[in-house]
């Protein structure tokens, strides 16, 4: 195993936003862990890496992964994109005005 292989296998998880197809015959969340359990090995590991399940205007859930899980949820059918998750700081434009 190359030390990048290690590096990436022992990386702390981190939220990744996970968009997929809808589902059919199942509800949201229910397919969305029982995606994320077919990586992590159990539906207890899904639901403690799971942060959000999305069922309005997407399909799809945030989960806490590590890279070597994000690369296996994203061969999973039916998963669309796996993104890292972001979050923004607004910056007051308040400086320049008088």
Do not use: C, W
């Amino acid at each position: 195993m190359s030390a990048q292989s290690v590096d990436s296998a022992s990386a702390s998880p981190a939220v990744h936003i996970v968009y997929m197809e809808k589902p059919r015959d199942e509800e949201p969340e229910a397919y969305h862990l029982r995606t994320l359990a077919s990586v992590l090995g159990s539906e207890e590991a899904a639901r403690e890496a799971l942060v959000y399940s999305y069922k309005n205007a997407a399909s799809g859930f945030s989960a806490k992964l590590t890279p070597n899980q994000v690369a296996e949820v994203s061969k999973q059918e039916g998963v669309l994109q796996v993104v890292p998750s972001r979050t923004y700081q607004l910056h007051s434009g308040s400086a320049g005005l008088h």
